[in-house]
């Protein structure tokens, strides 16, 4: 509910009950102190046995990536599962994954920031860590994969010995460009969006070493409104310049494959299809967090039905994007009448070696959604979850199939290889789950979850004309009315 | 080193609700103060207008900052991927950034190629506007400072929770001890409260 709103519906509206009222988005009427308690709280309680279960697996997994990294640096690159002609399986498959989860972060800050969606203040501030941490994944697998990972400065544009730069007309080079400007800008807006809380948590911590620290990062924020006001115009900025970058990011991660010839890879459909699979996959990823997060640290009266609700929608939508992505594509091959394409297409869906994974691809990110036109499956946290994990394995295999499947079969029958994945892939894959979700315990542990300023500036009294009788004309008892009914939906 | 020396920073007062803020703030301001601030634990819809503060300049500084990377992009990609720069008569600039074009995969390396750098060039105007609005923003706003004499008051560690504070400084013309204070009390604020800087 718009803070707005509440006054202008409750102005046109003094008869029996709306049909259309809308949903609040902080349930049983909490007050300021009660988010800014219940929130940090969380930081600053002890951590339920339940973080410390999740988190010291992490870290050993954390620890078994960077094992299989040694390993690989020490041994050559051959312990890896690519021969040719697969020269690009895992590792990028895993990148173009982790990338893509790293996208919902920012739709959801800035994207639905701009289109005033009030929505996202419970779920941006998690989402947008997720989407720092899961760059953070992504980012390895490509720096191993150059091969000989201690040249990997030559990514960056700074001339060579022999004063040869980079290739600037290469889709890998836009990658960097895309994906470390991408990585920094989201660091930007993450630490603004931060600003204000880490504010409250200074103030609430006794004098001491945490005080200190978290007083340095909040920068002397005091909440002026002199303040206030320059800043939302930076975090507006920020969710402009954010909004084409995070579509531009993907689109240049599909660069990678739709500038090349090789069939099945140079089509016009990768970027809008890449840039919907992105937004459902880190939606799904989303979810797949904060459920899990709402329910051990209490948090339902913030991350209410209407929220899970809202994001299952989304999946829905792109999810549904991504199936009209993966018919077109077949329909192209066919429709091209180009002999190479539609093999590729056969061999991927039809009759290849490696079909299984098109299944599960198709299946669980075309058909699992579908429930969620279903009132009762948005609303049943089981079936959410499920359907969430459906999507993560299923963008996981959309990858798969677009990389490994295609290479398998290349232009030169000869030279067909099916290809295995050895232990070290998957447990260097493995192990960037365990690094993922250790981030993530940490950012629980030691940061506001959900960002208590925007949360509490959604709320029905926060709204300077709340309770306006001069200006607007409104009675107090219409107020009162508007707001029980509000509750008793609510407790319904 | 404290010394018993104290100037004072101003009246602070506090408010129970934004509701009353909001009417405090456009009383303030019509009374003609300039000096002085609302203090809130969010950002209040409509308060610039109640406290007359002009729109924030910073989309300015962010334009500059994105031509600024645009033109970084152009020239770092022209200059060491085509003769462009000697195409117009400017070869000495290559000459002084001592570059030369690389040709790979038998790509043209006139001005033409232009297209393929306009993804970098998109992703450095990004990146250049997102760092000028960062440092933009705490320039216009004058952070990071390690101290603030309203920190002293310890009724305002209260503001990034639920309290919602007008400050008055005394470096307002219109500043007086006993004016001021009354001022804020007959607005209705609470717990008037002088606040002193140490020097």
Known sequence: MEATATTHSTEAHTGPARILDREPLVLNNRSYSWISNRICGIVENKQPLLWWILFVPSVLLTGLTAFCFTYLISTGVGVWGQKQPVAWAWDITNFVFW???????????????????????????????????????????????????????????IPNANAIWQNFKSPLLWDVFAVSTYFTVSVIFWYIGLIPDLATLRDRCKPGLKKALYGIFALGWRGANRHWSHYETAYMLLAALSTPLVLSVHSVVSFDFATSIVPGWHTTIFPPYFVAGAIFGGFAMVLTLMIPVSKIYGLSDLITPKHIDNMAKVILL??????????????????????YELQTFQLRGLYGPSTWAYYFMFGFNVFSPQLFWFRWCRHNLVVVMIVCMCVNAGMWFERYVIIATTLERHLVPGSWRVYEATWVDKFTFLGTFGMFMMLFLLFLRFLPVIAIGEVKGVLPQANPHFNDHDEKGVQEEDLMNYADRHVAKASA | MSTTLKRVHGFLAEFDSVQDLYHAAEHVRDAGYQRWDVHSPFPIHGMDHAMGVKRSKLPWFVFFGGITGTTVAFTLQTLTQTTFWG?????????????????????????????????????????????????????????????????????????SDDGFFVCIEARDPKFSQEGTKSFLEKLGGKNVELVEDEI
């Not at chain 1, 203040?121 to 941490?133: C, D, G, H, P, Q």
């Open chain 1, 318 to 339: 792109t999810g549904t994007i991504v199936g009209y992505a993966y018919c077109m594509e077949f329909f192209i091959a066919y429709y091209s009448a180009n002999k």
């Open chain 1, 99 to 157: 990338i893509g989860i790293g996208h919902a972060g920012t739709l959801i800050s800035a994207i639905l920031f701009l289109t005033r969606q009030k929505w996202r203040t419970s779920v941006n501030r998690a989402a947008e860590a997720m989407t720092l941490f899961a760059v953070m994944c992504a980012g390895l697998f490509p720096a191993f994969h150059v091969g000989r990972v201690w040249m990997v400065w030559f990514l960056a544009p």
């Open chain 2, 87 to 159: 195409d117009i008569g400017l070869g000495f600039l290559q000459k002084l950034a001592e570059t030369y074009p690389t040709v790979v995969q038998a790509k043209p390396t006139h001005i033409w190629t232009l297209p393929a750098f306009f993804p970098v060039m998109f992703e450095l105007t990004i990146l250049f506007s997102a760092f000028t609005t960062l440092f933009g923003l705490l320039g216009l706003i004058g952070l990071p400072r390690l101290n603030h004499p309203l920190f002293v008051s310890k009724r305002f560690a209260k503001f």
